[in-house]
Nanobody, 122 residues
């Protein structure tokens, strides 16, 4: 059973940066996707960025391109989300998740962390 634990959230001013971390325990298949989602109050979780565990290929939501960068350290079973040029509208609860397809909705992703809050003030 894969367990995911996020850390690194916090409060930052607009234009600032944060780095989120996700520690994964349990066996992760090379074909798995480790991804970051975010959720606004009263809204469904939305995809932010993902990385294929084996190949390291990445995928980003349009709003994340050029500002966010996802990476992984396989030896440490860690996934990171570097967020730069943060805006107040990036304020949300950020989740780490494991799945197998970018086309699957959030409810189809297999494992989720507990989330870490990001707050960006103007």
């Amino acid at each position: 059973q894969v367990r995911l634990v996020e850390s690194g959230g916090g409060s930052v001013q607009s234009g600032g940066s944060l780095r989120l971390s996700c520690a994964a325990s349990g066996g992760i298949l090379s074909s798995s996707i480790l991804a970051w989602f975010r959720q606004f109050p009263g809204k469904e979780r939305e995809f932010v960025a993902g990385i294929r565990w084996g190949y390291g290929t990445t995928n980003y939501a349009d709003f994340a391109k050029g500002r966010f960068a996802i990476s992984r350290e396989k030896a440490e079973n860690m996934v990171y989300l570097q967020m730069n040029s943060l805006k107040p509208e990036d304020s949300a609860l950020y989740y780490c998740a494991r799945g197998s397809s970018y086309y699957a909705g959030p409810s189809s992703w297999t494992n989720w962390g507990q989330g870490t809050q990001v707050t960006v003030s103007s």
